[in-house]
């Protein structure tokens, strides 16, 4: 199973950014795909996730500005991020956990802890 994020860059404050993860190896119909970033010094955090089902949360420091999206015949996680400010900075994770029961809340799915699939990150700088 691979994880495999793209679009990172250098983008100044008020930019945007979309930011992709394919992932194959398997199917993922029964899992949530996430997002999560580590800015330097500090403990890598939820973005935004989204369930088969296309339900979505999102971190309070991005609502608004951040769309995550999925195509499921493709495997592929989309993060729109849009209005991007200098604390945007840092390495993006797409991650995939199993679904906890179908009675879940979006809420329950936003621990880096409970993902067992990972990508390589990719970077996302925003310029002052």
């Known amino acids: 199973v691979q994880l495999q994020a793209s679009g990172g860059g250098l983008v100044q404050a008020g930019g945007s950014l979309r930011l992709s993860c394919a992932a194959t190896?398997?199917?993922?119909?029964?899992?949530?795909l996430g997002w999560f970033r580590q800015a330097p010094g500090k403990e890598r955090e939820f973005v935004a996730a989204?369930?088969?089902?296309?339900?979505?949360i999102y971190a309070d420091s991005v609502k608004g500005r951040f769309q995550i999206s999925r195509d499921n015949a493709k495997n592929i996680v989309n993060l729109q991020m849009d209005i991007l400010n200098p604390d945007d900075t840092g390495v993006y994770f797409c991650?995939?956990?199993?679904?906890?029961?179908?009675?879940?809340?979006?809420?329950?799915?936003?621990?880096?802890?409970?993902?067992?699939?990972w990508g390589q990150g990719t970077l996302v700088t925003v310029s002052s």
């Open positions: 991650g995939a956990r199993p679904v906890r029961s179908v009675f879940s809340a979006m809420s329950e799915y936003t621990s880096d802890r409970d993902y067992n699939y």
């Open positions: 989204v369930s088969f089902r296309g339900n979505t």
């Open positions: 190896g398997r199917t993922f119909s029964s899992y949530v």
